[in-house]
């Protein structure tokens, strides 16, 4: 019994726990620099072990050799950081998002702390990711992110040799996906800034004394906040429709 407890449950949560938590070392929200280690560590372990009756019968048994047992633990290990990556760059669609409207808003030097790169970065940018954290906790799409992990069992199998081209091929468009909704996103402030800097121009054709700079900025700035305060609601909504199909469309190839 003691054998049996040693050599398979026991590496079987150990598998559970190598592709959980890697990640939920990447994962939006749980795996931010700012959340401590032992909280992540102990969520992490939490996750597998309510993942472990789902997912215990595609495990495959303990390797009799040594280098078969890392082997197994790597691509374990490889398949998590692999999920968790295709969560953490969509997110970082915000990121790229922000900087785009921060050039156009003239904000591109105002820079605050954003907890989820733990560095600094626009203050659009750090807002936006803020607001679409804590909404993806609200709504529960958090929850999408564990589903996708049990799922994964059904396509990357585990004690089998990841497959290489069609992770390569989900992070290709993925990243192609994060820059096309930054796009997106950022369109109406790419638009204002147009209209806004041909009236500029054309002011200052008109009236060559007048500092349309000067006059122009705060506008430009004003402008940009209150077509983010319009369209903040459907930003966010666009957003999070994106990052809850992500699973489905990419990894699970629904």
């Known amino acids: 019994m003691l054998d049996r407890l040693v050599q398979g449950d026991l590496f079987a949560l150990m598998l559970i726990f190598c592709r959980f938590g890697a990640a939920m070392m990447l994962l939006p929200g749980v795996g931010q620099q700012t959340v401590p280690m032992r909280v992540r560590l102990a969520l992490a372990v939490a996750v597998s072990l309510a993942a472990a009756p789902a997912v215990s019968a595609s ?57 989820m790169l733990a560095q600094e970065s626009s203050a659009f940018g750090s807002f936006m990711s803020t607001m679409a954290l804590v909404l993806v906790f609200s709504l529960d799409i958090d929850h999408r992110a564990f589903g996708a992990l049990v799922d994964s069992y059904r396509l990357f199998v585990p004690g089998t040799v990841p497959d290489v081209e069609l992770m390569n091929g989900a992070m ?63 930003t966010m909504s666009f957003f999070l429709q994106n990052y809850a199909a992500l699973f ?3 990894l699970l190839g629904r």
Do not use: C, H, K, Y
């Open 59 to 115: 495990l495959p048994p303990m390797p009799q050799s040594g280098l078969a047992f890392f082997g197994v633990v790597i691509g374990e290990l490889l398949i998590g950081f692999f999920i968790g990556s295709l969560a953490n760059v969509l997110a970082s669609t915000l990121q790229i998002a922000g900087m785009i409207i921060a050039f156009q808003s003239n904000l591109a030097s105002a820079t605050i702390f954003n907890p």
């Open 248 to 250: 489905d469309q990419i």
């Open 172 to 234: 290709m468009r993925v990243v192609a996906n994060s820059f096309g909704v930054a796009v997106q996103l950022s369109a109406p402030f790419l638009v204002l800034s147009f209209v806004f800097n041909v009236g500029l121009g054309l002011l200052a054709r008109l009236v060559p004394q007048m500092q349309v700079f000067f006059v122009g900025i705060p506008l430009q700035i004003l402008g940009a906040l209150a077509v983010t305060a319009i369209v903040l609601p459907a």
